[in-house]
């Protein structure tokens, strides 16, 4: 059952529809799955890529545009995909049952989670404290929807999912991550509140939100690496999911480097200053394991990512799981460098960042091409269902 589900995920994404015949035959909304809010994801992390970079005015702008344009993005998808559960509730249930479709759940919150983050790296300049409130105030939506998914699917996978070791990819950590990367935007929010309490929360909200992520997906990553030892590499529509095992790693790196920062004023400013130095500095040394454990990761994925490319893949929405995990482990690197002047890790943060632009760019126009044709719009859990 488990491989018929899959494998139906692999035919139906990249199913080829007459764009004459699309509307007819599939309609938008009723096939609109979560796995479109990695669009948003991809565009979102770029966006604050490109934003690490204020002195360059034409790199800091063209972020500023992308975000802009991401948060257009994502309230597209929440209005397709809430239309389709107010249309078509019965047919959109059956993505719990799942196994792999309602893993993108996770990319909900993620996506919301970098709008939140371009808040607070251009949104200030233009709206000033506004835009810290409105951060504030979605970081917290971003919160409830990360641990309620975190929690909801892999419940789901134990109770009503059918799985199987020889079919698992690393689409399991999509619902797990979350939660980090909540985190990181909680980091990233804390030289903006004022109220020293408030802050005191958002610090204690963090680092439990880590916790409640990357032990957890380190956990996944080892069933991965047994996984594909004995069973080989996923089938060729899943080349893109090599490189989410980089996800929370680079996203759990950048959420140690960012609270580390933060932490001892805070701490001080509330009696703790005692255990200050060590929480950030504890902090500090996990973000750089995390980081160096990445590498591997990195050069693992870009490997198998040859390996696929020689062999020919056809492109399918999966492929927006390149641009993710490539540009949380960029930011982290360019955090890296900040903390770290080594021009050799600067260098390579540049680096990290020039691919994932060419990346997000490929995999856009291909996205693009792809809507235009009518190719992209497929729902396997009802094809599931029919066959």
Not at 34 to 55: K, V
Not at 138 to 162: C, E
Not at 311 to 335: E, H, K, Q, S
């Amino acid at each position: 059952m488990t491989q018929r589900f899959i494998m139906t995920t692999l035919d139906t994404s990249t199913r080829s529809v007459p764009r004459s015949i699309a509307p007819k035959r599939l309609g938008i909304v009723r096939q609109f799955t979560p796995n479109w809010f990695a669009t948003t994801m991809g565009t979102g992390i770029l966006s604050i890529a490109l934003g690490q970079f204020p002195g360059q005015a034409a790199v800091f702008a063209l972020g500023e545009a992308l975000w802009l344009g991401n948060m257009l993005l994502f309230a597209a998808c929440s209005l397709a995909y809430v239309t389709r559960w107010l249309r078509y509730r019965q047919e959109a249930k059956r993505v719990f049952d799942h196994p792999v479709m309602s893993m993108f759940f996770g990319c909900i919150p993620m996506g919301l989670a970098t709008i939140v983050n371009g808040f607070l790296v251009f949104g200030i300049a233009r709206l000033g404290e506004s835009a810290v409130a409105i951060a504030y105030a979605l970081w917290w939506l971003d919160v409830v929807l990360s641990v309620g998914i975190g929690l909801a699917i892999p419940f789901m996978m134990f109770t009503r999912q059918s799985h199987a070791m020889e079919q698992m990819t690393s689409v399991w950590l999509l619902p797990v991550v979350a939660c980090e990367v909540a985190a990181v935007s909680g980091g990233l929010l804390l030289p903006h509140i004022a109220d020293a309490s408030t802050q005191l929360s958002v610090l204690l909200a963090s680092y439990v939100l880590w916790a409640l992520s990357v032990p957890l997906a380190m956990c996944i990553l080892v069933v991965l690496f047994l996984r594909m030892a004995l069973h080989k590499l996923p089938a060729p529509n899943m080349a893109a999911s090599s490189w989410l095992a980089l996800g929370p790693i680079g996203t759990g790196a950048l959420g140690m480097f960012v609270l580390s920062a933060n932490a001892p004023d805070i701490l001080t400013a509330h009696g703790l200053g005692a255990v200050a130095s060590a929480v950030s500095g504890a902090s500090l040394l996990a973000g750089v394991i995390l980081w160096g454990y990445g590498l591997w990761w990195l050069a693992m994925a870009a490997m198998i990512t040859i390996r696929y490319f020689h062999d020919g893949i056809p492109f399918n929405m999966g492929w927006w799981g390149y641009t993710f995990p490539l540009g949380v482990y960029a930011v982290a690197t360019l955090r890296l460098s900040h903390i770290f002047p080594v021009a050799s890790i600067g260098l390579f943060a540049e680096v990290l960042v020039i691919t994932l632009a060419m990346v997000w760019l490929v995999v856009s126009a291909r996205t693009l091409r792809g809507v235009w044709l009518g190719q992209v719009f497929a729902d396997p859990s009802l094809e599931t269902r029919a066959a």
